[in-house]
């Protein structure tokens, strides 16, 4: 007993000599309070086989999950999205200041800036924008050693409420331990917890979820408290994260389908200074560009838009598409496109040249007003829709996105049926691509009359548009009009190389917005 316990002086000061010497914490045994820890460095933990089967995993989810140890990007989506502009003014400029300080300092003044005043049951965006750019930031290397293990607990610097969505419905970690914010009569104060209380959670969750017999840690040597429960802990620094791979898509434990929010970038301090500098030309360019497309003829405007940036790509089968004979003309054309924009319809008109009368479900009055092409408003009652249909289709070539609602992931939702009430139609499907450098012009639970103010004010904007093969006759004549729909909607994400979903309008409202999208 006196041996062992002299063996663990001489180890406790070993590990205080090395870590004094060196300045690093990672080849040292050291002594917790309850048992003996061992360090390692990560990258030991890439070569080991041995099963994490039965292990559960406590990370870092700056400090180790995350690429970048920054937490100003996430700080900024909050202060943007949740608070509005002037706040993400605020923040951007009083980083410079705050960094000084410490890490500390930069999160405290931070997170104040970022909550200070925001009502806590609309605070929605760690569901609904976060989990993207965390998504993207997450590291290949450690996300696969985090797979291996059976329960995942997260530790961050951040408030819980920004971490938590992601950490367990993207990854499905048990529990997140991170800062709590206070709250006065339902509003955020913008302070947070004292740190000692996130050991505390920590210990609470630990001893319910009865995990303490085989806990593991990945993460940054200034987060030693929080692994104090842990066997084995596997620290990492900003020099091995700079070389790991990001997450690919097709690894996503869960697809990200629906997301919100109107920053299309991720807003690092450069990346949020040049927006802030590119916006007041955004607004002279989304004029001009607003004035190009409705006052000039296509074949005027087309060039024009394309050197202001909005790009453009058109391909079309080489069997033609569009009906020629005036028989077929007479039963008229539909041209039935996935939806990524709000500006589909006038780029596929644009694309064709000609005017062409667009179907639309949800689109703002403004939007409505500013179009360039008429714009026509479904009702969702399906028999009113299909007298409506059914009349214009007589009249003029008419644009839909059976959709119902823009999606900008590589997906395509459910294509609502009502297209194909009119067998004789010409159906001409579309397959439409949409890519924005800046801005997203699309929202759920915004103020959709700036849709397309924010779509104009993109530096650049591209758009591809593939004409497939306009539908045989007696495909349409065969099938029911649900499965020509299935198959109209297959054959769009095969040209895309999308996923068809059987998703709706409905569950893309309920997940971004919590209503049913009947607006
Ligand atoms: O993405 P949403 O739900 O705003 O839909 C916009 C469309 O233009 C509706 O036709």
Same mark, same amino acid.
């Given at each position: 007993?006196?041996?062992?316990q002299?063996?663990?002086k ?5 590990s ?9 914490a ?7 309070t309850s048992s003996?820890?061992?360090s ?27 690429k ?8 900024m989506?909050? !202060?943007?999205?949740?608070g509005?502009?002037l706040?993400a003014?605020v ?5 410079p200041i ?10 405290? +003044?931070?997170v ?5 005043g925001?009502?806590k049951?609309?605070f929605q &965006?760690?569901?609904?924008?976060l ?7 997450v ?6 050693? %985090?797979m ?6 997260? +530790?961050?610097?951040?408030? $819980?409420?920004?971490v =938590?969505g992601? +950490? ?7 529990a ?10 339902g509003?955020?104060v *913008? ?10 959670a920590?210990?609470?969750i630990?001893?319910?979820?009865k ?13 030693q ?11 990492l620094?900003? !020099?091995?994260k ?8 097709e690894? /996503? ?19 949020? #200074?040049a ?6 030309f955004?607004?002279?360019l989304?004029?001009?560009?607003l004035?190009?497309?409705t ?13 202001? *940036? %909005?790009?453009?790509?058109?391909t ?7 009906p020629?004979?005036?028989?077929e ?6 041209? +039935?496109c ?8 006038v /780029?596929i008109?644009?694309? #064709? ?14 939007s409505?007003?500013l ?5 026509? $408003?479904?009702? $969702?009652?399906?028999e ?5 249909? =059914?009349k214009?289709?007589k ?7 059976p ?5 900008r ?12 009430e009119? %067998?004789?139609a ?12 800046m ?6 639970? *915004?103020?959709k009359?700036?849709?397309?103010i ?5 530096p ?10 306009? #539908?045989?006759?007696p ?7 649900f =499965? ?7 054959q ?9 979903t ?15 999208? &009947?607006?």
């Amino acid at each position: 007993m006196a041996e062992k316990q002299c063996y663990m002086k001489t180890l406790h000061f070993l590990s205080k000599f090395l870590l004094t010497k060196t300045g690093k914490a990672l080849y040292f045994q050291r002594k917790t309070t309850s048992s003996l820890q061992t360090s390692h460095k990560f990258a030991s933990l890439l070569h080991e086989r041995e099963s994490l089967s039965d292990k559960t995993l406590v990370f870092d989810v700056e400090g180790a999950l995350l690429k970048s140890s920054s937490i100003f990007p996430y700080l900024m989506h909050v !202060a943007f999205e949740a608070g509005g502009i002037l706040r993400a003014l605020v923040l951007l400029l009083l980083y410079p200041i705050i960094c000084m300080f410490g890490r500390d300092i930069e999160t405290t +003044v931070g997170v104040f800036v970022c909550f200070v005043g925001i009502k806590k049951n609309n605070f929605q &965006i760690e569901r609904t924008v976060l989990p993207k750019f965390f998504l993207e930031d997450v590291g290949l290397e450690v996300f696969d050693v %985090m797979m291996r293990c059976e329960k995942k607990i997260g +530790v961050t610097d951040m408030p $819980r409420v920004m971490v =938590e969505g992601f +950490v367990k419905d993207y990854l499905g970690a048990e529990a997140v331990v991170g800062r709590e914010l206070k709250t006065l009569c339902g509003y955020y104060v *913008g302070l947070m917890e004292a740190k000692t209380a996130e050991n505390v959670a920590l210990n609470e969750i630990i001893k319910e979820k009865k995990l303490d017999s085989q806990v593991i840690g990945i993460g940054s040597s200034n987060k030693q408290q929080l692994f104090s429960h842990c066997k084995v802990v596997y620290f990492l620094n900003e !020099a091995e994260k700079s070389n790991w791979q990001v997450l690919p898509r097709e690894n /996503y434990p869960k697809s990200l389908i629906f997301h919100d929010g109107r920053l299309a970038f991720r807003p690092t301090p450069p990346a949020t #200074l040049a927006m802030f500098i590119w916006i007041p030309f955004g607004i002279f360019l989304c004029i001009i560009r607003l004035v190009i497309v409705t006052q000039l003829p296509y074949k005027f405007s087309t060039p024009i838009l394309n050197f202001l *940036g %909005m790009r453009g790509t058109l391909t079309t089968t080489n069997s033609g598409t569009i009906p020629v004979n005036p028989e077929e003309k007479s039963n008229g054309v539909l041209y +039935v496109c996935n939806h990524k924009t709000l500006l589909d319809p006038v /780029y596929i008109s644009i694309a #064709l040249g000609k005017p062409l009368v667009a179907f639309t479900y949800s689109a703002s009055r403004i939007s409505e007003l500013l179009s360039p092409i008429k714009t026509i $408003r479904l009702t $969702r009652n399906k028999e009113k829709d299909a007298k409506i249909l =059914e009349k214009y289709s007589k009249e003029s070539e008419i644009v839909i996105c059976p959709e119902g609602t823009t999606c900008r992931e590589p997906y395509i939702l459910r294509f609502s049926p009502l297209f194909a009430e009119n %067998m004789n139609a010409n159906i001409v499907p579309i397959a439409i691509d949409f890519q924005v450098s800046m801005f997203y012009g699309t929202t759920a639970s *915004g103020f959709k009359c700036l849709d397309p103010i924010f779509i104009l004010m993109n530096p650049v904007t591209n758009c591809s548009i593939k004409i497939l093969d306009r #539908l045989r006759k007696p495909l349409t004549n065969e099938k029911s009009k649900f =499965e020509v729909a299935n198959f109209v909607q297959k054959q769009i994400a095969q040209s895309l190389n999308f996923q068809p979903t059987y998703l709706t309008r409905k569950d893309k409202y309920r997940l971004l917005a919590g209503n049913e999208g &009947i607006i």
